[in-house]
């Protein structure tokens, strides 16, 4: 009966979690609708893949092999912004479904905005980390809250297993006029009773956007000095070795330093040191083991003045803090693991009898 109990408590506070989800949904939508002004709501969500190989047979013959169709992949995207406007997007199998094709349908989404932009962003994406759920996509949107397109984004997720909700609808109407007729190109996918019917585009292409979360050649990082108080710039002239991910594990840099004794606003250049007493000052170049330095930022640039920008800045006084907050909070640690080792030192010198060895017996 305990356990009765506690399954039916964990049932009502999952529905209340998803009820909850739900109502904010809806909340964010009839905002985006009453107040286009202010903000904007988009949800995108993909097709099931099998619903829409092509040729498509309302009754597929027999003598047809699944694997001689061309496979097509829709996404769709719904935006509430004073109306409802649908689009499907259709690309093949070259274009994986991962986190570039999610950010090249919002690009051509804001490329092809009516009117501004408003300055609040909601944004309503499925459960998967392929394609959601990863540090490439939230890097795209940090980007586009650093140069001012938006000024605040909110990202939402719907709970697992309760994800089906207006894009799905769309789809659904979809896949109920392929059940009626044949399809032999992209149109008739998309041509379903839709109000209002949706606006398509084929995306051939995908940007790639990993660069903005791996380090790549001609990229500037910003290591972490020997005094463990400071950083040092570099910028990356060769990847010598990956490891099995493709991530870079050694790399070919420059240095570049600044004659400013406050690096943050000081002009940066090229670092040349003199080879021996009567060469010519030569560039500084070194080979570093990525995994042997501490990389508190890359993949930035300079400013016109040759100067950090402040969001370069505040990720390396960011990662300072933190270094010199995990060496203050391992001081305590040790001090505890000292203590430990002196107290089970002294509990061998007592029998299980609790009478100190060293002591004489009377």
Same mark, same amino acid.
């Given at each position: 009966m305990f356990i009765l109990a506690e399954a039916v408590e964990a049932l009502k506070l999952h529905r209340k979690q998803h009820a909850e989800e739900r109502a904010a949904a809806g909340r964010r939508r009839w905002k985006a609708l009453d107040s286009p002004k202010d903000c904007a709501y988009i949800?995108?969500?993909?097709?099931?893949?099998?619903?829409t190989a092509l040729p498509?047979?309302?009754?597929?013959?027999?003598?047809? &092999? #699944?694997?001689?169709?061309? #496979?097509?992949?829709?996404?769709?995207?719904?935006?509430?912004?004073?109306?409802?406007?649908?689009?499907?997007?259709? %690309?093949?199998?070259?274009?994986?479904?991962?986190?570039?094709?999610?950010?090249?349908?919002?690009?051509?989404?804001?490329?092809?905005w009516e009117g501004t932009l408003p300055p609040t962003l909601y944004l309503q994406l499925d459960n998967t980390v392929r394609e959601n759920k990863n540090n490439i996509l939230f890097a795209y949107l940090a980007m586009l809250l650093e140069n001012k397109v938006f000024t605040k984004i909110k990202l939402g997720f719907l709970l697992v297993g309760h994800t089906h909700d207006f894009v799905d609808q769309m789809f659904s109407r979809f896949s109920q006029a392929?059940? @009626?007729?044949?399809?032999?190109?992209? @149109?008739?996918?998309?041509?379903?009773?839709? @109000?209002?019917?949706p606006s398509s585009a084929a995306a051939d292409r995908a940007a790639? %956007?990993?660069?903005? %979360?791996?380090?790549?050649e001609k990229s500037f990082l910003a290591v972490l000095a020997d005094d463990e108080t400071s950083f040092w710039i570099c910028q990356v002239l060769k990847i010598n070795s990956r490891n099995e991910e493709g991530e870079p594990t050694s790399v070919q840099i420059q240095w570049y330093a600044t004659e400013d004794s406050n690096p943050y606003t000081g002009k940066f250049y090229p670092e040349k040191r003199r080879t021996n007493g009567k060469g010519r000052a030569a560039l500084y170049m070194q080979e570093i083991d990525l995994e042997e330095v501490t990389v508190m930022s890359f993949?930035?640039?300079?400013?016109?003045?040759?100067?950090?920008?402040?969001?370069?800045?505040?990720?390396?006084? !960011?990662?300072?803090?933190?270094?010199?907050?995990?060496?203050?909070?391992?001081?305590?640690?040790?001090?505890?693991?000292?203590?430990?080792?002196? &107290?089970?030192?002294?509990?061998?010198? !007592? &029998?299980?009898? #609790?009478?100190?060895?060293?002591?004489?017996?009377?």
């Open positions: 949800q995108i969500d993909g097709m099931d893949q099998k619903k498509h047979f309302a009754k597929q013959p027999k003598s047809v &092999d #699944g694997a001689a169709l061309v #496979g097509v992949h829709l996404v769709g995207a719904m935006i509430f912004h004073g109306k409802l406007q649908t689009h499907a997007f259709l %690309t093949y199998n070259n274009l994986k479904s991962d986190s570039n094709l999610t950010i090249t349908v919002l690009q051509k989404i804001f490329l092809e392929l059940r @009626r007729e044949n399809a032999f190109t992209m @149109r008739p996918i998309y041509s379903g009773p839709r @109000r209002p019917p790639h %956007t990993r660069e903005l %979360t791996e380090i790549h993949n930035f640039i300079f400013t016109t003045a040759r100067r950090l920008w402040k969001i370069t800045e505040r990720q390396i006084r !960011t990662g300072l803090f933190r270094i010199a907050r995990d060496k203050e909070a391992s001081v305590p640690e040790v001090s505890t693991r000292i203590s430990q080792a002196l &107290d089970s030192a002294d509990d061998e010198k !007592t &029998d299980c009898s #609790g009478h100190d060895l060293d002591e004489d017996e009377e």
